[in-house]
Structure formats: C-alpha cells, structure tokens
C-alpha cells in the first residue's frame, strides 16, 4: 500500500511539475510573439484543466493576439452558457471592443458593473478585469459604486492609481489623502507615492493641488499628519521656513521630541540655507531641556556662523567654543564639539598649532578606539594642511591598523593615497588606490576610482610627470582654501602643457575654483572650452550638466540651460546626471511632473 502512494505521489508530482514547466514555456514564446506556438500548448493545459479561469484567458488572449476574435467569441460564449461569470463577462465585452462593436461591449461592461449589486464579493475582482484592459473609466465605475454598496470598506488607494494612470493628478491627490484619513499610519508610503508627482517649483500645478487640498483638510480637521503632509510637501519645494510652521505646530500638538525639527533643521543646513537652519536651532535652544541636544543646536549655530570670514566675527565664535567647554566640559559627551573647534581653529581661524595641539589633548580622553580614530584623521587632516605629510601618514596609517575594514579605516587608507599623490609619490598612492575600488562605501570607491584613473591616465605623460606634480600642488592648495594659488598653478598647466591629456581636467578643476570664488564669466568659458574641444573624454558630461547649471542658477540663462541638461538626456544617457538633467529639463520646458 506504501509503495501504492509513493507512486501516486510521484506521478502527480511528475505531472504537475510538466505543466508548470509548459506553462513557462507558453509564456516565453507569448513574450516573444511567437503566439501560435503558445496558443498550443495553452490549449493543450486548457483541456487538462478545463475548468481554469488562468487558461481560459490565456488562450482567449493569444486568440486575440493572432485576431482569431470569433474563436475567442466562441470560447467565452460557450463558458457562459454554463455560468454568467462576470469576468467572463467583461471580457466578451473587451472582445467586441476589439472589434469596433462597442454598442455590444457596453452593454456587456454594463452588465458586469451591475453584478456586484447582488454579490459585492466580485468587486475587485471584476474592476482588475477592467483595469488589465485598461477599461480605467469601467475600474472608477466599479470602486465608486462599491463605496456605497460596502461603507465599511475603503477602495481610495485602488482610486488614487487609476487616476494617477489617467493623468487626473488632482483626483489621485484627493483619494491619497482621503485614505490617510482613513489609515493614518500609512503617510509614509502616500509620501512615496506621490513624490514622482511633485516638483521643487511650488507654483507647479501639481504642488498647487495637493497644497490646496492639505489645507482644505487642516481647516476641517487640524490633525497633526496634515501638518506633517504638508510640512513634507514644503520641504520638497525646499521652503524650509514654511515647513518649520508646521513642525512646530506638530510639536506644540505632542511635545515629546523635537527630533522631526532637528532633522528639518539639519536638512536646511546641507542645501545652504543658513538663514532658516539657524532659525530652527535657535528654537531647539530655547525649547529644549536635553543638555545634549542643546550642545548639538550650538555645534551647528557655530558653524554657521564661521562661514562668515570677518575676522572679529570669528574671534566671537572662538569665545562662544571655550564657553561651552567651561560650560559641558571635555569629555566624550562633547566630542562632536570638540571636532567642530578642531575644524574652526584649522580651516577658519588658520591657527593650525592650536588646532593640531587641541586635538592632541582630546586623543588622551577616555574614548573609545573609534572615537579617537575620529580624532586621529582630522589631526591627521590638519598636519596635511601644515605639509607635515610623514607625520600625517602616521596617523592614517594606524587607523587602518587599528580598525580594520571599518569604513573609517577605509577612509584612513584613502586619505593615505592623497597624501601620498599631494607628495608626488604615485605609484604608491596607485597601489592603495586600487585596494580601495573595491570598498564597501560608495563615495570612497568613486573618489579612490576617479584619483586612480588621474594619476594613471598621466603619470605616463613624460617620466618627470611635471603637469601631474603641478596639478597634485594645485589640488593641494585648494585643500588649504588657497584658491588664487590653485588657479595660479592651473593656468601654468593650461600655458605650458598644451596638447596633454591633463588639459580637461586642469580646465575643469579650474572651472570649480571660479564658481568659488563666484567668477562665473570664466568657469563659463573653461566649460565651453571642455564641451568644445574635449567632446570625447570622460569629463564632457560633468561639462555639460555645471555649465547648465550655472546658466539655470547664475547667468540667468534658462534657453542655454535647457540645451545643455538636453544634450545629456540624448547624447549621454548613462551619466550620472541623467536623472536630474532630465527633470531640470522637463522643469524649464514647462512640463508638468508626473
């Protein structure tokens, strides 16, 4: 008896495993257009199970591929002869549709949308069979007329796509928002959704409508996910000011965290605007009672404030650092701001012995390994600043042996090879650039991949490498912030080593200096130069996209922008500047975002 069920065990097994395996089959000679060979052996797993739906509209759809219209007539006519099946139903209908008989398709669609009167089970079931067809208008049919038929359901997210699909932004916005008030908790993922559809300028007509809707709903009901909708929203148009109303009216509503306002605070700060961070900062000092989050407010008060290069300014921020040491001490607590007054007094107040004897005191804390890595590479970052290169690679160099495979070794190792090509020593710098393409941090990798391919795509150029040494000393002294001097050495590239394959690069290095130092005529004219002469090298995407950008941001040249973000959309659509190109295109051209 055992060996009895062994046996039919096997066989079904065997047979179920064949007709999974031709239904694959079918579908990739479907895929390919080879319908006829599909049409066989759909069939063929129609007569095994004839009683399957999937099969039915298999092979009722190759038929319709292949324009057999009456063998698929015949088929769906005959199944509903023995049972009114509504998705049958729909499906005749599409049939005549394809035929141009559409007086009998919406009677039969008709039909379909009225089943559900007497069995609302079919509801999803019958508006997917619309949708598959894209009967999108059928689908909308369907879920309006199930609202009223099951209250205790909600059809807004099956809504919101179908107009979405349609293009009626505005309809989709309302169906999103209606299901957050349905399923509060589900904001995040309405976010998402909607994000493709919103654009940085608030005057889009997408933004206006979801804007208008969001404050339609906080007049009826202030709940604190509509100030958080809409605070999103803001942040998207990047008015981070105008989202700081609504975070704190969130914050006022459940005074818990001020976490959501930091982040905002943190997010204005990184797309330069200063004015409105520092605002928000300033209101976590006054609001908050955490000592630690008071220290961080003032660490980034602090750094704003030292972009301001007025010397008693500086002297100012200088006084404010000791005050809060006295005031929190030194300790791991406030290693953050120890790090930032490393910083300030190197790249600021240009007094590197004390950055570098300051940091010396911060190592001799009780802090963890990493910790005083942390500390170990931005000394190490201000002794490179200093030229003290070997002492410099000391400390690189015991990071990397004391936290292996970490990411801050990694970095350790990257900041080894700069170091190393800042001295003219390439073929070291190369050997270690090359262990590092491989990292687990992306922006490493890229760095470590783009100083390889400079080094070895020159080092070559004449065995004395004199352009490369120029322009490891141009590099160098952008790093030091001594930007004349960088552009200086640039242009003894430009005039000395004409014909060279470092002349893009010089150009382009040089181009970015300008934008620093906001000399936007000349960054311009190192652009075209790159764009016109240089069309074949590796650079000529990176041209086209800050030239665009200048133009859009700068020179008030927003036909010339245009043409440059379109010149990447066509001639260079594996840039990494693809994706925005081609909605800052879209954007200037005046489409809408969807």
Known sequence: MRKVLLTLILLIEVHFGNAQNNEILADSYYKKGEFK????????????KPYSYNYIFKVVDTHQQLEQFDMAEDILVQRLTKRRNPTLIVELGYNYQLRDSLDKAHILYDEAIAYIDEKPNYIYSIARKFEEHSLLDEAIKIYNKAKQL??????????????GDQGDVEKMFENYIEYIDYKPNYLNN????VSDFISENKDNENNVFL????????????????????????????AYAKSFIQEKAIYKRNPESLDRILELAITALNDSDNDTAKDIFNYILKTTLDPSTALTAHQFILQIDSKNEDKKSLDRIEEKYKELFQTFGLSELTLSLQLAYGKFLAFYQKDTDAATKFLRKSMTLNISDYQKATVKLLLADVLVLQEKFNEALIFYSQIQANLKNSIISQEARFKVAKTSYYKGDFDWAESQLKILKSSTSQLIANDALDLKLLISDNKYEDSTRTALKLYAKADLYTFQNKIDKAISILDKILAEHKGESLIDQALYQQAKLFEKKKLFDKAEANYLLIIKDYREDILMDDAL????????TFLANPEDAKANYERIIFEHEDSIYFIDARKKFRMLRGDPIN
């Not at 099951?150 to 107009?163: E, G």
């Open 190 to 193: 309405i976010k998402r959704s």
């Open 211 to 238: 804007r208008r809707q969001l404050l339609k709903k906080l007049q009826q009901n202030p709940s604190s996910y509509w100030y958080e909708m809409l605070s999103w929203l803001y942040v998207q148009e990047k």
């Open 150 to 163: 099951t209250p205790d359901k909600n059809y807004n997210i099956q809504l919101a796509r179908i107009y």
């Open 545 to 552: 996209y800050y030239l665009a950008e200048l133009y859009n």
């Open 37 to 48: 060979k599909a049409l066989i052996i759909y069939q063929n797993l129609l007569k095994e």
